[in-house]
Every structure is written in structure tokens, then in C-alpha cells.
């Protein structure tokens, strides 16, 4: 899990790698003698730097579309655990107040429990017999009308639907990029960065402000893939706004 230091870290680390690498170059390799292949370092930075910018790109929307469809599915489960909290009005009055209370249980266990285990890289289980306990309520009430056998049918979808998403939120919060796309990345990285510093240039200073702007946006780029492709952990995570949010439904004197 990387902290906003760690980020800040490895994109400074990164930009003054590429210029000590380019100031190491200038003495071994001096600018004067690199300027008559500057063709062909031109040809190589450019198939290089295109192949790299569709692997980055692709990787981006990726793992941007998984966070996406984490923080999706986190507020699916919260919406269908307050459909159970609503449908439960429609029960015999013991039936209704355990659901009701199991509903309030789950949330309040999602927000401090599951998603700080979640935040540390560890699957939250204080959930599980929560939701069974709902399965079990719901499954054995005995509708005494109509009304109360369509609110019971219309529950058990819901908790259907919510042990699904929890599920695929387990799934999620254990999901990440394979080492090899690491590998391919940073590598690759290194690489479009290095052959940008074999231009040979009269100018050093403005060469060395074109170097850093490029290893400054690879790393920036590499920071937010690593970020991003945790959902639920990192700088930037999905958060239990759902389930606070069911919470404050649930404090309410009745659901509306």
C-alpha cells in the first residue's frame, strides 16, 4: 500500500535517477560525438515512445475501469442492504425489528470493520455471519398475507443481490496487476527514458528540462496505475460512503 510520501518518493527518485544518469552520459559519452546519431536515437525514441504510451494508456483505463466498477458494486451492496432495512416494514413485528437490527449491525460493521481490514490489505470476515443471520431471518419468516409474502420474496432478492456484491467486493479488494505487466511497465519505462537522454544537444539545460519532464510524467503516471489498481487500499480508495450513508437512513425515527 503506497502512502502519498511513498508516491512523492518514488516520482523524486525517479526524476533524479534519469538526471544522474544523463550527467554521467555527458562525460562518458559526450554530447558532441552522440549528435551524429541523433537520426537514428530520434527513430528508436519515437517507436519506442509510442509502443509505451499504448501499454500505459491501456493500462490507465484498466485499472481505472476496475476501481470504477469496485466503487459501483460498494454502493450496490449498500442500497440493496437498505432495501432489506425498508422491505423488513412490511413483516410481522419481531421479524421486522431482528432484520432491522441485523441490517444496522452490517452497515455499522462494514464502515469500522471490513474497511479497515480492507485498507491494510486483509479480507474483512465480520460481515459473514452477519449476512447469514439476515439469510436465515428472512428465509424462515411465515407471511400471514399477501403483503407480507411479496415483502418477504421481494427481501430474499435483496440479500441475494447483496451477497452477491459482497462477493465480488471480496474478489475486488484481493485483485491486482500480474508481476509480468509490472515488469513490462517499469521496464519499459526505464528504457523510453534512457534513450530519451542519448540526444546529443548544445543546449544541456534544456535537454535536461526535457528529461525530467518526461521521467517526471512516467513515474507520475507508474504512481497512479499502482494507486489505482487497489481499490480499496492506497492513496486513493474506495470509500464506505454507501454504507454511511445506510447508516444515517437507519438512525432515522422510520425509513422513508
Not at 436465515?136 to 415483502?151: C, K, L
Request: aromatic share 8%; glycine share 6%.
Amino acid at each position: 500500500m503506497l502512502t502519498v510520501f511513498d508516491d512523492v518518493f518514488i516520482v523524486a527518485l525517479c526524476v533524479l535517477a534519469s538526471l544522474g544518469f544523463l550527467w554521467v552520459l555527458r562525460f562518458v559519452w559526450p554530447s558532441a560525438l552522440r549528435r551524429e546519431h541523433n537520426e537514428i536515437i530520434g527513430w528508436q525514441v519515437s517507436v519506442l515512445g509510442t509502443t509505451y504510451a499504448v501499454i500505459m494508456g491501456f493500462m490507465l483505463y484498466a485499472v481505472w475501469t476496475d476501481f470504477t466498477a469496485a466503487d459501483i458494486n460498494a454502493n450496490a451492496e449498500a442500497n440493496s442492504l437498505v432495501n432489506v432495512f425498508r422491505l423488513a416494514e412490511g413483516l410481522p413485528e419481531a421479524q421486522r425489528d431482528q432484520i432491522q437490527t441485523l441490517a444496522r449491525e452490517y452497515a455499522d460493521t462494514m464502515v469500522n470493520g471490513e474497511w479497515p481490514a480492507m485498507h491494510n490489505g486483509q479480507l474483512g470476515e465480520g460481515g459473514h455471519p452477519i449476512l447469514q443471520q439476515l439469510w436465515s431471518e428472512a428465509i424462515h419468516v411465515q407471511p400471514a398475507n399477501a403483503s407480507e409474502q411479496a415483502s418477504q420474496g421481494e427481501m430474499l432478492a435483496q440479500i441475494s443481490a447483496m451477497s452477491h456484491s459482497r462477493r465480488l467486493r471480496e474478489l475486488q479488494s484481493q485483485s491486482k496487476l500480474p508481476t509480468i505487466l509490472w515488469v513490462m511497465l517499469i521496464v519499459g519505462g526505464v528504457i523510453t527514458t534512457l534513450s530519451s537522454c542519448l540526444f546529443g544537444t548544445d543546449n544541456f539545460k534544456l535537454h535536461m528540462i526535457q528529461v525530467v519532464s518526461l521521467s517526471f510524467l512516467l513515474s507520475l503516471a507508474l504512481v497512479a496505475i499502482g494507486d489505482i489498481d487497489r481499490p480499496f487500499q492506497g492513496t486513493v480508495h474506495v470509500k464506505p460512503t454507501g454504507f454511511a450513508h445506510a447508516l444515517d437512513i437507519f438512525a432515522e425515527p422510520r425509513a422513508r
